[in-house]
């Protein structure tokens, strides 16, 4: 069973790899935004904390290594799926295929967040 003291530290893994992402590195993942990309960590975050047994060192009841490498590889990913276009590009993009791309990226972000949300139900409340 998760405690409250875990999900505080997978919120404060969260929000250190998210700001170090979103300011240090300026990538704000697919969706451009730091609270999206916060809250696509945490949920990561916590499902893994939710399903995996810890590996590493636990100190305070928490695997803080674990969480953290997770956090990171998936920061990664999520950076990595952002796109580097130069912005002479967009004048040339048709407005309907930029909103067929922004609906299409909206109904991946809220598919994901019900995904893992759902997920983490089925292993805490059954």
Request: proline share 5%.
């Amino acid at each position: 069973m998760i405690t409250a003291l875990e999900v505080l530290a997978v919120i404060l893994i969260a929000l250190v790899v998210g700001s170090l992402f979103y300011y240090g590195f300026r990538r704000r993942g697919p969706w451009g935004s730091y609270w999206t990309f916060i809250l696509v960590v945490f949920l990561i975050l916590l499902l893994f904390d939710v399903y995996t047994e810890p590996m590493g060192p636990i100190y305070y009841g928490i695997p803080w290594i674990d969480l953290i490498i997770i956090g990171l590889l998936f920061a990664f990913l999520l950076a990595a799926s952002g796109s580097r276009y130069p912005r002479h590009r967009d004048a040339e993009t048709d407005p309907a295929e930029k909103s067929r791309d922004a609906v299409a990226i909206g109904f991946f972000f809220w598919g994901l967040v019900i995904f893992f949300l759902i997920a983490i139900s089925f292993r805490l409340f059954l």
